[in-house]
């Protein structure tokens, strides 16, 4: 379950998506995020369904490593489902059991949350796995520059959030790594009651917590080794710029953004497609 989250991970591999600037594929991600909460419609979400199979495609990441990382959220996207299934009301009804009521209203979007989750799961992570934490960086604190002139600090922040993504795939293994020596002195995680349970983390927590703070004591310190002072005056060996590719990848995602726009109208005209 630990080695199932993919987000934080990097693919090293050649493909058109890889090559895209990181400034690009945060706008188009973002606007993909944006679109999912437009969708209302199965055939909306097929043709999502295949527009991001084609992503995949492009980016030579192979589906079965992308897919793991649904394995971490199955217990998220299960009870999305549940609530969504009995709290949902509708005039169609299904089955009756005492006072919870299913009704077909409320398995359509017990079924659309699910999707939408795991749309937005794998569409996310096609980010973190197609830019290097570097690219990343320089991606974020290009967009957040203009901010700085009000006193943001775009360097600064772009850089706290490429280290926690960063240190996502560390502190899962050092977990891992945990977890399997202490089942190795006999400790047990998977039987007991739910307090027996919780409480035989703790000896998974205390050693991982130590386990960061060290690690981001010998970060900071290698930082102020490298006599690193934040971006004032800072100069950068690759200048990140938008090409042909960058343009062509903004003129397919407006492509998208109109198909879905008009298959929400659709949908509302013709309720079969709902």
């Known amino acids: 379950m630990i080695r199932d989250i993919t987000i934080g991970q990097y693919y090293p591999v050649a493909s058109p998506i890889h ?7 945060l706008a188009i991600t973002f606007i993909y995020i944006v679109t999912l909460f437009f969708v209302d419609s199965f055939i909306g979400y097929f043709f999502v369904m295949l527009s991001l199979g084609a992503v995949i495609a492009s980016s030579k990441v192979p589906l079965r490593f992308m897919l793991r990382g649904i394995k971490s959220i199955m217990v998220i996207i299960v009870f999305t489902m549940i609530i969504n299934l009995f709290t949902t009301k509708g005039e169609t009804l299904l089955l009756e059991i005492g006072f919870l009521r299913i009704t077909w209203e409320g398995v359509a979007v017990a079924l659309k949350m699910s999707i939408r989750l795991v749309f937005l799961i794998v569409g996310s992570s096609v980010l973190t796995l197609t830019t290097t934490p570097i690219h990343l960086t320089d991606g974020i604190e290009s967009i957040l520059k203009p901010f700085s002139k009000i006193g943001v600090p775009s360097h600064e922040i772009a850089m706290m959030m490429t280290i926690a993504l960063r240190f996502i795939p560390t502190l899962l293994d050092e977990t891992d790594k945990i977890m399997k020596a202490q089942q190795a002195r006999g400790a047990d995680f998977d039987t007991g009651t739910l307090k027996e349970k919780a ?8 050693p991982l917590f130590i386990s960061a703070f060290r690690r981001a004591e010998e970060l900071a310190t290698a930082m102020e080794a490298r006599c690193y002072h934040g971006g004032e005056n800072r100069t950068r060996m690759h200048v990140v710029s938008i090409g042909r590719r960058d343009f062509v990848a903004f003129a397919v995602t407006a492509v998208y953004v109109c198909i879905i726009f008009l298959l929400r109208h659709a949908a509302e005209i013709v309720p079969f497609w709902i």
């Open 199 to 206: 409480q035989s983390l703790i000896p998974i927590l205390v």
């Open 19 to 25: 090559r895209l600037d990181a400034r690009v594929k």
